[in-house]
């Protein structure tokens, strides 16, 4: 199944809506356009149009980690969820884009002059739509939402287990990971790390006058988002997808389309963090070679399925002892380890290609060690 969207097609669409939204006045009908919501009938159109008001009075200059304003992130995973649903509904659009409502717009963040008019605001979004409907969107913001005494693991099976009444949430959850998978860094130009990371990986393991990766420019960005953040956000995205399998989550076809369009944005983020450590820290034609057969020899054993076992290798229990810590103090120290460990790095970064691309070669394939329990 080919992925909905790749880097450039999610590059030119961000910049896009950037535009469109920096306008005076904004356009709002191209901003529809963007969203590929073409098929909303004009009562529908009004009732989006609405909650892109709301958004944008609610975030402001807000900004995301690496810069772009934070209402492009609901706005884009709405955009994504079109492409993956012929007509989406218009609850599924709301719910979409106010899915980080009750994180994200909280009374604490405004003067009180604007949270009542952003109460106002909304207020007039669920009046406009009727009752049922609502009650109904209400109701998913609201399992859409994490509480705070929820660790990531307890988020996502309450999650699943509410699908079985309310699938439509997994559809929401797929696009806002895939969107924050695509949002991990500004500094790509070509959606082409596949055919570059498999050169490499080839020279390096059958090709003996290979002499380490060509670099044209020297490595001088220090972005905001490292590796190990890159690999943190793979560790979630292999944590959902294993929960979606280990509860037997049945998946509709848009759901299905944004499932391999997630492991498809994992696998070549993955590579990218390879192909970065390659090229600018483990240059060594045989320390490359060292460590691509070790973690071959790793996948063939069968360790992907066990993450947490004892297959004699510095890559057991990785994600239990580097990645799942709910304390954020906790869990920058053990990435700050990481970031030190370059030889780690891109070894984990080989093991979450392999098992992203075990996702969309097997529909039974899961992290046995990742379950609910």
């Known amino acids: 199944m080919h992925t909905i969207i790749n880097t450039h097609d999610f590059f030119s669409l961000s910049s896009f809506l950037n535009y469109q ?50 209402v492009l992130h609901p706005i884009r995973t709405a955009a994504i969820l079109t492409r993956a649903s012929d007509a989406p509904s218009l609850l599924d659009l709301l719910t979409t884009l106010l899915h980080d409502k009750n994180e994200d717009i909280t009374e604490g963040k405004y003067s009180k002059d604007d949270w009542e008019k952003l109460e106002n605001m909304y207020q007039q979004i669920i009046e406009k739509i009727d009752s049922r409907e609502n009650w109904f969107l209400n109701e998913r913001i609201h399992f859409m939402s994490r509480q705070q005494d929820e660790t990531y ?48 990986i080839f020279d390096a393991l059958f090709a003996d006058t290979y002499k380490g990766p060509d670099t044209i420019n020297p490595y001088h960005t220090r972005g905001k988002i490292k590796g190990t953040m890159r690999l943190y956000a793979l560790f979630k995205n292999a944590v959902f997808l294993s929960y979606l399998r280990s509860m037997n989550c049945e998946l509709d076809e848009p759901s299905r389309k944004l499932f391999s369009s997630l492991a498809s944005a994992s696998i070549n983020e993955a590579q990218n963090i390879l192909l970065h450590i390659f090229k600018f820290h483990l240059r060594d034609p045989q320390k490359q070679r060292s460590l691509l057969l070790s973690v071959m020899d790793y996948c063939r054993e069968g360790c992907l399925r ?20 709910e304390n954020k103090e906790q869990l920058r120290d053990k990435l700050d380890v990481l970031y030190r460990d370059k030889e780690l790095m891109a070894e984990a970064s080989i093991v979450f290609t392999a098992i992203f691309t075990n996702f969309l070669n097997d529909q039974n394939f899961s992290i046995e060690s990742l379950t609910a329990e």
């Open 153 to 200: 693991r307890q988020y996502l099976s309450r999650l699943i287990r509410q699908a079985i009444q309310t699938p439509e949430l997994i559809r929401v959850k797929l696009a806002d990971r895939l969107d924050n998978t695509l949002d991990l860094r500004m500094d790509l130009h070509e959606d082409n790390s596949g055919a570059e990371c498999y050169k490499l």
């Open 21 to 70: 939204l920096s306008g005076t006045p904004i356009n709002w009908r191209a901003v529809l356009m963007l969203m590929h919501s073409e098929n909303l009938t004009p009562k529908d159109e009004e009732h989006v149009l609405s909650a892109l008001m709301y958004l944008v009075e609610a975030y402001g200059q807000q900004k995301r980690r690496l810069g772009p304003f934070a």
């Open 306 to 325: 066990r993450t947490d076992s004892s297959c004699n290798t510095r890559l057991d229990g990785i994600f239990k002892n580097t990645f799942d810590f």
